[in-house]
């Protein structure tokens, strides 16, 4: 499969050094998959990966310390990473829409 937003990972690893090993190893998985369809995710990944509309995966990472969500076109060979996030930032999302849920507390910039 191609993993579209690779930087994203990067990113996110920089700010979490700690992800940086389950994400490579999940980028390796995928990048080295053949998916035809959710069958052949569920059977990789097992109870690490969710379902949710419009083709997205939820994927476990780090013993569920980050989840990473992904919209997945198996006629293409594309995965492209759509959110990547702590357990915690992933709470204050909506997966299927990958917005702040309304509501929601956020972190203040200031």
Avoid: C
């Avoid at 579209?4 to 980028?27: D, N, S």
């Amino acid at each position: 499969m191609q993993v579209i937003a690779r930087r994203t990972l990067k990113e996110f690893w920089g700010r979490h050094p700690r992800a940086e090993g389950p994400i490579r190893v999940w980028f390796a998985v995928v990048r080295k998959a053949r998916w035809n369809g959710p069958n052949d995710v569920k059977r990789q990944f097992g109870t690490t990966v969710d379902f949710v509309a419009d083709n997205r995966l939820i994927f476990d990472l780090g013993g569920n310390k980050y989840r990473l969500i992904a919209h997945v076109s198996y006629r293409f060979g594309r995965v492209l990473v759509k959110f990547i996030g702590t357990h915690a930032e992933y709470d204050r999302i909506d997966p299927e829409m990958v917005a702040w849920r309304r509501g929601a507390r956020r972190k203040s910039k200031d």
